[in-house]
């Protein structure tokens, strides 16, 4: 079983920052592409940014510029710091890793139960 679990959302000023990290855990023989998703109420889930091993990302067109994702192999962690955030930013969100539970495994894709970003005057 693999848990992945987010932390650092709350409420942010327009403008400012704040940093999510996401720790993937459990039965863990390798980690590919984890990316980051956002979901505001009202809408579909979307794609915020992704990254493979060796650390190519990719960036929503919204969020190019503000955000920056990136990852700890040693640690199964992935960050997002998001810098001048706008109120259309709000949203829960997730992150989502394809992991490999043994050498023979296939790639299965879990999530976290999401971390609530805020932002607002």
């Known amino acids: 079983q693999v848990t992945l679990v987010e932390s650092g959302g709350g409420l942010v000023q327009p403008g400012g920052p704040l940093r999510l990290s996401c720790v993937a855990s459990?039965?863990?023989?390798?980690?590919?592409?984890m990316r980051w998703y956002r979901q505001a109420p009202g809408k579909q889930r979307e794609l915020v940014a992704g990254i493979i091993p060796g650390g190519i990302t990719d960036y929503a067109d919204s969020v190019k510029g503000r955000f920056t994702i990136s990852r700890d192999d040693a640690r199964n962690t992935v960050y997002l710091q998001m810098s001048s955030l706008k109120p259309e930013d709000t949203a829960v969100y997730f992150c989502?890793?394809?992991?490999?539970?043994?050498?023979?495994?296939?790639?299965?894709?879990?999530w976290g139960q999401g971390t609530q970003v805020t932002v607002s005057s």
């Open positions: 459990g039965s863990i023989f390798s980690v590919n592409t």
């Open positions: 989502n890793a394809k992991v490999k539970t043994d050498r023979n495994s296939g790639w299965n894709d879990y």
